[in-house]
């Protein structure tokens, strides 16, 4: 059974920096394309960046663009999502998701497999 299971998440404030990390245990992370999601209270459930299997391809959505960074290892079955410049309206509950096909997608939908979140929290 594959699980992910994210860590990183925590308070900073305004302009810091924090670094997500997802495990992924039960089958090599690098038979999946991998997502990271967020969903501010409230709200849906939103789309922040994707990375495909073997890591060469990203694609971020508009306002994360120069501010995060998604990348993973495959050797540790780790992908990761570096947030710098962080915004008080960064504040969300992050998700990471692991889509079988290698491809990557901007849609929840198409994801197999997602972590619990993890709690971010911006001060201003």
């Known amino acids: 059974q594959v699980q992910l299971v994210e860590s990183g998440g925590g308070t900073v404030q305004a302009g810091g920096s924090l670094r997500l990390s997802c495990v992924v245990s039960g089958r090599p992370a690098s038979d999946y394309s991998m997502g990271w999601f967020r969903q501010p209270p409230g709200e849906e459930r939103r789309f922040v960046a994707a990375i495909a299997w073997n890591g060469e391809n990203t694609f971020y959505a508009d306002n994360m663009k120069g501010r995060f960074t998604i990348f993973r290892d495959n050797a540790k079955n780790t992908a990761y999502l570096q947030m710098n410049g962080l915004k008080h309206e960064d504040t969300s509950v992050y998700y990471c998701?692991?889509?079988?096909?290698?491809?990557?997608?901007?849609?929840?939908?198409?994801?197999?497999?997602w972590g619990q979140g993890t709690q971010v929290t911006v001060s201003s």
């Open positions: 998701a692991a889509r079988e096909t290698r491809g990557m997608s901007i849609s929840s939908e198409s994801y197999d497999y």
